[in-house]
């Protein structure tokens, strides 16, 4: 039974290592920034989990927020045109969500991995090196690729590859706002600009964590959200978020923000992603074969807040599939085997929520319009979002 190399520790990287390290299994996690390191950066993502998710941190012993972070009971739903809601609705998670700062979270996780006797290597190898490295592991895991690495992983044909970003993002994590009285995440979309989303969450150093609210700017290429410079600082970048808010949200939901600041200098974020489905098989240039996790395999856009969500469950899968067969070998073969049970039970139902939350086809504005005068539909609406595999069942919900 040899050691497993597990590159990049985030959403996928770290609960692996953690499951590994539980089962007994030697595993060294290479990743490019220490617990401190990843303390004094920005915010990298708006990580709502879902019940599913959080249940799985928490039977790894790594579910530290669950009752200290604010519970995200579901969503309200506004579609705003000229200041005005012209569709509203409130649909409930059957079990809330949460959603906790990746600087806390990684931060802890990392210290509890050393903390059980983990071995971590910070760096950021080159393919090279990772080739070298690669060759002294029985299987190398790969939850974070540049451009090089990532080549090494081919793209799924059989998934549509958008060639630009289907959004401009831009987050911020903000104290001071006022809390939705339901203790409801708000999704206001703005036809033709695209999505302002915001919800409450837990941010700060492990041991000093308090409530904010995250607020996510999803904004159409050219649209009049996408005003965000990738330079600006948090106070510029709140100046011109408070301009957006009070331009277009209902003064109702715009109120909530008349107080707010950001919540340290590294609370804000601006960025696009492309999404892309990729084979979970790649080869090094030797030929040697790794197993993408998480976004190396599965990006999407933040827009169906999946991508956390999946990279767990894709963790917990692999970690299973180790364990199962804890003397490989671990070939093209048997990774394929691997990753097939993730992707079609999650990533590939997650993949496809997104794109119809984002760009939503007919029948699916229809079941937004109903959900208005229909608690059933509007409560099934938000709980998709926690089992996106339920998407063909929405439909069958229609009063
Ligand atoms: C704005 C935004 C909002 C989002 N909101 C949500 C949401 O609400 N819900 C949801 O489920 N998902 C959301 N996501 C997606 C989610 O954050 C990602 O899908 C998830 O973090 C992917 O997990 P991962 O393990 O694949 O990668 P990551 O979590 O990004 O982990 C990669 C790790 O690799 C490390 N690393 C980086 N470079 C190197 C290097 N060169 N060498 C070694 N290590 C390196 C990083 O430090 C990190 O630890 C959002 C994403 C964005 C951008």
Not at 57 to 65: H, I, K, N, P, T
Not at 94 to 113: H, I, K, M, N
Not at 294 to 319: F, K
């Amino acid at each position: 039974m040899g050691q497993i190399l597990v590159l990049g520790a985030g959403e996928c990287g770290l609960p692996l290592a953690h499951r590994l390290l539980h089962g007994g299994r030697p595993v060294t996690l290479v990743t490019d920034r220490d617990a401190e390191a990843v303390l004094a950066g920005t915010v990298t993502s708006t990580q709502v989990k879902f019940p599913p998710t959080l249940d799985l941190e928490s039977d790894l012993g790594l579910g530290f927020w669950r009752s200290i972070a604010p519970n995200i009971e579901g969503i309200r739903f506004t579609m705003a045109v000229d200041r005005a809601a012209v569709v509203t609705w409130a649909g409930r998670l059957t079990r809330p969500a949460q959603s906790v700062d990746q600087r806390t979270v990684f931060a802890r996780w990392l210290g509890e991995y050393l903390a059980r006797g983990g071995d971590l290597r910070i760096g950021e190898p080159s393919l090279a090196e990772l080739e070298h490295s690669a060759a002294g592991y029985d299987l190398t895991v790969v939850t974070r690729a540049g451009r090089e690495l990532a080549g090494c992983f081919e793209a799924d044909p059989a998934w549509p590859a958008p060639a630009a970003p289907l959004r401009r993002l831009a987050v911020l994590y903000l104290d001071g706002v006022e809390p939705d009285p339901e203790g409801l995440g708000s999704y206001t979309t703005l036809p033709e600009h695209g999505e302002v989303i915001s919800y409450p969450g837990l941010t700060g150093r492990p041991g000093q964590e308090r409530r904010c609210e995250i607020l996510l700017f999803e904004a159409r290429p050219g649209g009049a959200l996408d005003v965000f410079d990738q330079h600006g600082t948090p106070a510029q970048r709140w100046a011109q978020a408070r301009r957006l808010l009070e331009a277009h949200l209902p003064a109702g939901l715009a109120e909530r923000y008349r107080h707010a600041e950001p919540t340290d200098a590294g609370a804000t974020l601006v960025g696009a992603v492309t999404p892309v489905m990729r084979r979970p098989v790649g080869a090094l240039p030797s030929g040697r074969p790794v197993l993408g996790g998480g976004d190396v395999v599965c990006r999407m856009d933040p827009g169906g807040a999946q991508g956390a969500n999946n990279a767990v469950h894709c963790a917990l899968r692999y970690g299973e599939a180790i364990l199962h067969d804890p003397d490989g070998p671990y070939d093209s073969q048997w990774m394929e085997w691997a990753a097939a049970p993730w992707l079609t039970a999650v990533a590939y139902p997650a993949a496809r929520w997104t794109a119809t939350v984002l760009d939503p086809p007919p029948a699916m504005q229809e079941m937004m319009l109903a959900a208005q005068h229909d608690t059933t539909l509007a409560d099934a609406f938000a709980d998709t979002f926690a089992r996106p595999a339920n998407l063909a069942r929405l439909a069958t919900t229609v009063a």
